[in-house]
């Protein structure tokens, strides 16, 4: 029986290339989103994955979507903590709600995902947890003290559930992506992009979707039972630790 797959903020981005791909290697693939209704639908109708709306900030909304998700299609073995947002502001003009609101989603949503899941994860004596970090919480970035502590807040979180879950079967590791051509990153002028970000890439490009996917994908494998409390940095040489 095909292993279930739960991709959180997984319609868009990164995202849904990690859906799609875990989707393409036989998973039974589910995916959240936090409030576009319509990519939500696009999503859907392109690939067939089924699209579940709850914000992963709140602790009960994870805990019954999960419920929802498992009674739907099966127990959770795959969990990826892809959802993220970003409110950006030097750190004297950064507001408590700016504060609040991405620790809650990128940081409070990792422990409330992974709480729903953990305890069937356990029983089954199997499971794979993987949550999309960012080289700035390995390295820091102007306007993120927010961003950049949930982020960094991930990592810290892998580590010591990698402990717990190591004899339970169950895998805890963190993908690091460095700057990936998403719709986030058309936004950025293409004097900012060509002056100042390609530059710091010794590869000289943004990533793909698909190769953090890949990332992913590999994580997920029960190949990859002998991997955990790892950060697999995808950054283009960017930041090497």
């Known amino acids: 029986m095909a292993r279930v797959a739960l991709v959180t903020g997984g319609t868009r981005g990164i995202g849904a290339a990690i859906a799609k791909a875990l989707h393409a290697e036989g998973r039974e693939v589910a995916a ?3 409030g576009n209704d319509e990519a939500a639908k696009a999503f859907t109708d392109e690939t067939g994955i089924a699209a579940y709306r ?3 900030g709140e602790y009960d ?4 979507g999960v419920a929802q998700v498992e009674g739907d299609i099966g127990p959770v073995d795959i969990l990826v903590n892809n959802a993220g947002i970003t409110r950006d502001a030097p750190f004297h003009r950064m507001t408590p709600a700016q504060w609040s609101e991405v620790i809650e989603t990128n940081l409070t949503g990792v422990f409330n995902m992974t709480h729903a899941v953990w305890p069937g994860m356990r029983e089954r004596r199997f ?3 993987i949550t999309i970090s960012s080289i700035n919480g390995q ?4 306007a993120q003290a927010n961003y950049a ?3 960094a807040g991930d990592i810290g979180f892998t580590k010591a559930l990698a402990q717990e879950g190591a004899r339970a ?3 805890v590791n963190v993908v690091a992506p460095g700057y990936v051509d998403t719709d986030m990153m058309k936004g950025v002028k293409p004097e900012v992009m060509d002056d100042v970000i390609l530059p710091a890439i010794p590869v000289g490009r943004l990533g793909r979707t698909k190769e953090i996917a890949r990332c992913v994908a590999f994580l997920a494998s029960d190949e990859a ?3 955990t409390g790892s950060t697999l940095s995808a950054n283009g040489g960017q930041y090497m630790c």
């Open 32 to 34: 959240t989103y936090g």
């Open 54 to 56: 709850w914000p992963v």
């Open 61 to 64: 909304a994870c805990r019954n």
């Open 127 to 129: 499971g794979r947890v």
């Open 139 to 142: 390295k820091g970035q102007f």
């Open 149 to 151: 502590a949930a982020k």
């Open 169 to 171: 079967g169950i895998t």
């Open 225 to 227: 039972g002998f991997v």
